[in-house]
C-alpha cells in the first residue's frame, strides 16, 4: 500500500472519529425515554426506582397554564393556576425558588404552580430565608412530594397528605425534607387583600452522587425550568 493510500486511510478515520466526537457531544443526556410516551410530544425523561412510574413528561407554559400538571401533562379540572413553573432533569439538583417581588410585597390574586422533577433523587432537603411572611388564613403556600394537587386534599390541615406541608404567618419555617421522593410541587395562593414579603425557599436533592451549579429562581420567572 502506497504511503498516500495510508494517509488518506488515516484522515479518513480522523474525520469519522472527530463527527463522532462532536456528536456524542452535542446530544442529549441519556436519562431521556427510548419512546416518548408523553401525550403531546412533551420532552420524556426516563424514571426509576420502586413504585415509580418509568417515565416523567416536561409539562410546557403554553400548556401548563389552563391547570396541566402531573408526570404525563394531563389538565386538572381543578381551579387552574395563573403560572405555572417547571424544572425537570440533572440541572435541577439544587436551586431556589421565590414568590413575586421577594423581598417586597408579593402580587394579590396570584395562584402559581411549581413542578420538580429530579433524577435519581432519594430525598429533597429545602430551607427557608429570611423574611418570610404570607398573610395567616388567607394566602397559603404549599409544598409536598409529587408532581400534581387536587385542591380538595388541602380543605383539611390536620389531615394533608403524608409528604405534604402547608406554611403561612411570619416566622421563619424550620428546613425539612421530603424522604422518599424525586419529585415534588410547590403551590402558592394569594387572595384580593392583604400581602406582605413572602418567601424564599432552596432546595438540594440528596442521594445523589456528582455536584452541579446552582438552579436559581427569582420571583417566580418566566425563565425557570430545564437548564441542562
Known sequence: ??????????????????????????SEPDTLCDINTCPNDERCLRRDGPG??????????TRARDGTMGHNCFKNNDPVHSTFLGCYGKACERGSFSSPNYPQDYETRDKTFMALYIP??????????SPFCIEEGKDELYVGSGLEIYFGDIDDL????????????????????????D????????????????FNITWEAQ??????????????????????
Not at 415509580?52 to 407554559?61: A, S
Not at 419529585?183 to 413572602?198: I, M
Open 207 to 228: 442521594g445523589k452522587t456528582r455536584c452541579l451549579l446552582p438552579n436559581t429562581l427569582s420571583n417566580f420567572g418566566s425563565t425557570f425550568g430545564r437548564v441542562e
Open 52 to 61: 415509580n412510574l418509568t417515565f416523567v413528561c416536561e409539562c410546557v407554559q
Open 120 to 129: 435519581h433523587a432519594k430525598s429533597i432537603f429545602f430551607d427557608f430565608s
Open 158 to 181: 390536620d389531615n394533608l397528605p403524608e409528604n405534604w406541608y402547608h406554611f403561612d404567618g411570619s416566622g421563619v419555617p424550620s428546613n425539612f425534607t421530603l424522604q422518599g421522593t
Open 183 to 198: 419529585t415534588t410541587f410547590v403551590y402558592f395562593s394569594s387572595d384580593k387583600s392583604t400581602v406582605c414579603e413572602g
Open 1 to 26: 500500500m502506497s504511503s498516500q493510500v495510508s494517509e488518506n486511510i488515516i484522515k479518513l478515520f480522523v474525520f469519522f472519529f472527530l463527527v463522532y466526537v462532536a456528536k456524542s457531544q452535542t
